[in-house]
């Protein structure tokens, strides 16, 4: 099958372009979830934030988008699992399940689900629908998440948002960019050469 045949078929997405078979997406799901993981170790800390700004969310974002709802989902599961497991690849280092953060995690393995959903749909083909699954997918994440801090910090409401949601919107709306920019342009690039 072409490249030019698969990128205008319906319902496919970047990893599709890729031979099938079963050895592929193996690779895939563990390539995701590893790069989520060294994704994580990127982080800024900022006094007064729940967590660090890391580049843990954009790669969740990214392998979903990429490799579609059930390769997303796989590969975040994975990189829940593993970092459940005792693998120190949850930010900072981190892992297990006890963290106050650790809503957060949750919050990507659903929100790769939708945006590479999304994804199957077309979101990644043009920049305003990805801008629009990018903003979905942070949304899901921020909603799993903060009522998980809450949870876990016993803080409130107000105090969970200041200090779990907001400071974050930023290099969130930079991540979109970034992912609005790469994405179609990467099918733009796929159509050339088909």
């Not at 979830?33 to 800024?44: F, N, P, Y």
């Not at 890391?54 to 699992?81: D, H, I």
């Amino acid at each position: 099958m072409s490249t030019a045949s698969v990128s205008l078929r319906p319902g496919a997405v970047l990893a599709d372009l890729l031979p099938a078979s079963r050895v592929r997406d193996i690779a895939l799901v563990a390539g995701g979830a590893a790069l989520t993981g060294l994704a994580a170790q990127v982080a800024v800390h900022v006094d007064g934030l729940a967590a660090p700004i890391t580049g843990q969310t954009f790669a969740a974002l990214l392998v979903g988008t990429a490799l579609g709802a059930g390769r997303g989902f796989l590969s975040l599961a994975l990189y829940t699992l593993v970092g459940m497991a005792g693998v120190p690849w949850f930010a900072d280092g981190a892992s297990g399940a006890g963290g106050a953060t650790f809503g957060y995690v949750l919050g990507m393995l659903l929100a790769s689900t939708l945006v590479g959903a999304l994804a199957r749909r077309g979101a990644d083909r043009s920049v305003l629908r990805m801008a629009g699954a990018m903003v979905l997918g942070s949304a899901v994440i921020y909603a799993v998440g903060v009522p998980y801090l809450m949870a876990a910090t016993g803080m409130s409401l107000g105090v969970a948002v200041a200090k779990g949601l907001v400071p974050f919107l930023i290099g969130d709306a930079l991540k979109a960019a970034l992912a609005m920019g790469v994405l179609p342009a990467a099918w733009k690039l796929v159509g050339r050469r088909g």
